[in-house]
């Protein structure tokens, strides 16, 4: 029997990895060593994708063969096209995405392998496909045409485009490349735990992939940023601060705040912050930004809580014209460069993963016949 089993696995080291590192008290992110403040806003997501799939930081020759595989792996797979229509007419996103990866792994030209050569080519083909399916399937539930992606352009500038019908401002491409690059790992967080399970047991990539989304899509996980936003759109501009003591008082959980690991501010909060106001001055109207940052002083000040990744992701992706119900798609096209990253990880030495669990349940029952019950 275990001594004083956690709940939640919380503090449990369950695998060893050199893709990324938080110090939660002190409130850093590192991607392969890298600070996360020193990445961000300065390093593309393409550049992200290589450091964390190929273990280095792209020399320019690299990062346009990188760039030319991710092009070329855009394209969809006959079964997923045939069949995007019907699946945007039955799911909802998350749901979607779980049967169009799944579909996906059909057409894959690598699918029987597991090898290290066919892992990478696996990683750079989901990792391009996967906005492409994001934008497919809500140009087939609104009944629009689908604008094939721009070769110049890059993951987030194609993405933007697709979804919003416009040629994004530059900008707002930076803008969204950074939150790409924000999400794009985050140690063994509930999705990255389910890929990694699914792969220790040798299954195939997208298998391990398909996990992970399925993962991503509870709200206490990637669901978080949409229910921000939807708990914003829910409140009067003039009533925050109340709306949110009463909710306290109730009980209720306001998404968007605290962390298991980190003890002060999410540094990737620090960064989204300052996008929302910037995105939100830009607009013309900031009434979310600053119904976020009351949310938050709040907040503080009732819980001492400290708002996480999802809590101004929320406010940048409305700002950039992201439907609200696309929100944790986005999160899995970002965090698909880390979940690859950790199945080609996991597969290079591996072990199954199997953990113990304590029996709580009752002892030395006797069977009695069904009549004597």
Request: a negative charge; glycine letters at 8%; one cysteine or more.
């Given at each position: 029997?275990?001594?004083?089993?956690?709940?939640?696995?919380?503090?449990?080291?369950?695998?060893?990895?050199?893709?990324?590192?938080?110090?939660?008290r002190?409130?850093?992110?590192?991607?392969?060593?890298?600070?996360?403040?020193?990445?961000?806003?300065?390093?593309?997501?393409?550049?992200?994708?290589?450091?964390?799939?190929?273990?280095?930081l792209?020399?320019?020759?690299?990062?346009?063969?990188?760039?030319?595989?991710?092009?070329?792996?855009?394209?969809?797979g006959?079964?997923?096209?045939?069949?995007?229509?019907?699946?945007?007419?039955?799911?909802?996103?998350?749901?979607?995405?779980?049967?169009?990866?799944?579909?996906?792994?059909?057409?894959?030209?690598?699918?029987?392998?597991?090898?290290?050569?066919?892992?990478?080519?696996?990683?750079?083909?989901?990792?391009?496909?996967?906005?492409?399916?994001?934008?497919?399937?809500?140009?087939?539930?609104?009944?629009?045409?689908p604008?094939?992606?721009?070769?110049?352009?890059s993951?987030?500038?194609n993405?933007l485009?697709?979804?919003?019908?416009?040629?994004?401002?530059?900008?707002?491409?930076?803008?969204?490349?950074t939150?790409?690059?924000?999400?794009?790992?985050?140690?063994?967080n509930?999705s990255?735990?389910?890929?990694?399970?699914c792969?220790?047991?040798?299954s195939?990539?997208?298998?391990?992939?398909?996990?992970?989304?399925?993962?991503l899509?509870?709200?206490?996980?990637?669901?978080?940023?949409?229910?921000?936003?939807?708990?914003?759109?829910?409140?009067?501009?003039?009533?925050?601060?109340?709306?949110?003591?009463?909710?306290?008082?109730?009980?209720?959980?306001?998404?968007?705040?605290?962390?298991?690991?980190?003890?002060?501010?999410?540094?990737?909060?620090?960064?989204?912050?300052?996008?929302?106001?910037?995105?939100?001055?830009?607009?013309?109207?900031?009434?979310?930004?600053?119904m976020?940052?009351?949310?938050?002083?709040?907040?503080f000040?009732?819980k001492?809580?400290?708002?996480?990744?999802?809590?101004?992701a929320?406010?940048?992706?409305?700002?950039l014209?992201?439907?609200?119900?696309?929100?944790?798609?986005?999160?899995?096209?970002?965090?698909?460069?880390g979940?690859?990253?950790?199945?080609?990880?996991?597969h290079?030495?591996?072990?199954?993963?199997?953990?113990?669990?304590?029996?709580?349940?009752?002892?030395?029952?006797?069977?009695?016949?069904?009549?004597?019950?």
């Amino acid at each position: 029997m275990a001594d004083n089993p956690t709940k939640g696995l919380a503090d449990v080291v369950a695998a060893s990895t050199a893709l990324s590192d938080i110090d939660g008290r002190a409130g850093r992110l590192f991607y392969r060593g890298y600070d996360i403040h020193e990445l961000a806003g300065r390093t593309s997501f393409e550049e992200t994708a290589h450091l964390l799939q190929v273990g280095t930081l792209p020399t320019r020759a690299q990062l346009a063969a990188y760039g030319a595989e991710l092009v070329q792996g855009r394209t969809l797979g006959g079964l997923v096209a045939a069949n995007v229509a019907e699946i945007a007419e039955k799911q909802a996103p998350m749901e979607a995405l779980r049967t169009l990866v799944s579909l996906a792994s059909a057409d894959d030209p690598d699918k029987g392998s597991n090898s290290a050569e066919a892992n990478h080519r696996k990683a750079a083909r989901l990792t391009a496909q996967q906005p492409i399916l994001v934008a497919r399937y809500h140009a087939a539930r609104t009944g629009g045409e689908p604008r094939e992606p721009d070769p110049e352009l890059s993951i987030a500038a194609n993405f933007l485009l697709q979804i919003t019908g416009r040629v994004p401002e530059r900008r707002a491409v930076e803008i969204f490349d950074t939150c790409l690059v924000l999400h794009a790992d985050h140690t063994m967080n509930a999705s990255t735990f389910a890929a990694r399970v699914c792969a220790a047991t040798l299954s195939d990539m997208h298998s391990a992939i398909v996990a992970a989304i399925g993962t991503l899509k509870g709200p206490l996980h990637g669901g978080a940023n949409e229910q921000v936003m939807r708990t914003l759109e829910s409140i009067e501009p003039s009533g925050v601060a109340q709306a949110v003591r009463d909710r306290l008082v109730r009980g209720e959980k306001i998404m968007g705040f605290g962390h298991r690991v980190y003890k002060t501010e999410d540094p990737r909060a620090t960064h989204l912050r300052e996008m929302s106001r910037e995105l939100g001055e830009a607009s013309g109207d900031d009434t979310y930004y600053r119904m976020s940052k009351e949310m938050e002083e709040v907040v503080f000040a009732e819980k001492g809580l400290y708002p996480n990744v999802d809590f101004y992701a929320a406010t940048v992706y409305h700002y950039l014209g992201i439907p609200t119900d696309l929100f944790t798609p986005v999160f899995s096209v970002s965090r698909m460069s880390g979940w690859t990253a950790h199945v080609i990880e996991q597969h290079a030495d591996n072990r199954l993963i199997r953990p113990d669990s304590e029996y709580i349940g009752q002892s030395a029952q006797k069977w009695t016949p069904i009549d004597e019950r």
